[in-house]
């Protein structure tokens, strides 16, 4: 399972490092959502610095929906579903690749949003490594949920409007958890932000066991 995750992973990194869609497409969407959240805050500093965890991990919600939506177009096309169902790699590898690249290309596009927040929003970085443990792991639950309900809504004729609708409920308490570690974090208060960074990975970790179990039924099924 693991070895066909990382040909998976791998296959779908590649592809994004000869399309650049996340660069040219995601990020730059991205960073016109933030820009537009902070000008509807106007120029008061502490309320932008008050506001910045959860502009932030709105920006990256909305940003994990078109990374789904584009890893699951990528195997739309071609039948390239059909492909996989038939190749004999093992389905659980499969979600556990495709989450995997999503993680990478998401923390990639996290980074280069937080620089600019922090710029922006006078965001300070000394709890840096605390909000960087923080991110991967809200990051690993959102693409968790964003790859089992990909698959659910790859079968439907309205799948980009479907997968919002899947997607964000699900997703409100990684939003939750994550926007309340980054204020406490932000706050440089990481030590009573553990109860929202254990709530994080317990998620994570439940939506990646289902994932790995369920996903081979859902490939079946779309």
Known sequence: MWRDALLVAGKDLRVERRSHVARNQVLPFAVAVLLLFGLALGPDRHRLEVAAAGLFWVTVLFATILAVQRSFALERDDDALDTLRVSG???????????????????????????????????????????????????????????????????????????????????????????KTWQLGIARTPGAALGWFALLAAFAAIYLAIGTVAFGALLEDG
Do not use: M
Not at 123 to 151: D, E, K, M, N, R
């Open 89 to 179: 790699i093992d389905p659980g590898g499969v979600f556990l690749g495709k989450a995997g690249a999503l993680l990478v290309e998401l923390t990639v596009l996290e980074v280069a949003l937080a620089l600019i927040a922090a710029v922006l929003f006078s965001i300070p970085l000394s709890s840096g490594a605390f909000l960087a443990a923080a991110a991967v792991v809200a990051t690993a639950g959102l693409v968790a949920i964003g790859t089992l309900y990909g698959i659910l809504a790859s079968s439907s004729r309205v799948h980009e409007t479907l997968l919002p609708l899947l997607f964000l409920p699900v997703a409100a308490p990684v939003l939750l958890g994550a926007v």
